[in-house]
């Protein structure tokens, strides 16, 4: 006795909703598992790396609210691409650099950050993350 039924009993279009039904059924639940991901955990230094850069860095370059006519680029995905926005090196160095010495519109701010807060801010920009 046959407890399955035969290919020659299904139709057709029987047969592609019973092979489409486990497809469908892992689609939905490869859908249900991303949504439910809670984003990476950022270390304690990203953290801080993170505050940093709420309390000095987006003013200008995320809220604009100082109301610059220019608008200074993003910097969260400024370690996503090889160059910066100038052309420069995407590189620890050159960012620093840019930090400390200022460029073009933004202001120099050499003697705000200590070098555990340079690196932490570093580490925060190499997360990409808002």
Known sequence: MRLTPSCDNLSSVQIVRAMAAPAVLAALVLAVTSACQREPVLTEQQLAGKHL?????????????????????????????STLPSGAPASDGEVR???LAGKGMMPAFAGRFTDDQMAALLAYLHTGMR
Not at 59 to 75: F, R
């Open 53 to 81: 850069y709420q309390v000095r860095c987006a003013h200008c370059h995320e809220d604009n609210d100082l109301g610059l006519k220019k608008v200074p680029p993003d910097l969260h995905p400024v370690f996503l691409k």
């Open 97 to 99: 650099r840019i930090v």
